[in-house]
């Protein structure tokens, strides 16, 4: 039978030159949009952290799917990690580096307890902008990164090298 790491790469479409030429992007919709293979990917996720997590964090916008079905299935909650200009409160905010572009992610200064354990989870690990930028801003508002989860992990843009000594769980790694 087929492992969760086969199954994701069966179902990730694999698309040259999107965004910008050059970038061969690896798209997850086709995993997402199939029951068996969303269900084994998140019960993947929650079985790798299990007891290891107070919350997670889910990065906008691919990684609040992933995010909302781990924090259901393993009842805790959920804190998300905007891009800029989105929350309404006291916020956080963090620029990053991306493959294509730059951004900027926020977080609330106050969604959970401050010590909290935050797993933090996305769709895709590339160059680690996006992850090392949530988890920055996660440090500076007072949570306690309990360690990073993807479906996916493009080894060549050595993302792993922004996140610090904290554990990466990554189901694929092409
Ligand atoms: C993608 C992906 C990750 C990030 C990975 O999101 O969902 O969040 O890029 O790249 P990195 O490791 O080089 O930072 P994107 O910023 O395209 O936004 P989206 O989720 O709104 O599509
Ligand atoms: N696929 C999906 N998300 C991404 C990629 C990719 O190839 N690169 C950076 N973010």
Redesign the pocket.
Known sequence: TESVEQMIDRLCEKIPDHPEPG??????TPLFADGEGFHRTVDALVDAFRGQYDCVAGVEARGFMIAAAVAYASGAGIIPVRKAGKLPRETLSQSYD???GTGTLEIHTDDAPRGSRVLVLD??L?TGGTLGAASALLTRGGYNVAGFGVIME?TALRGRTQLGGHRVRALLRV
């Not at 970038?23 to 997850?28: A, G, I, P, Q, T």
Request: glycine share 0%.
């Open positions: 970038v061969l992007f690896r798209d997850l991306l493959e294509y769709d895709v590339a493009l």
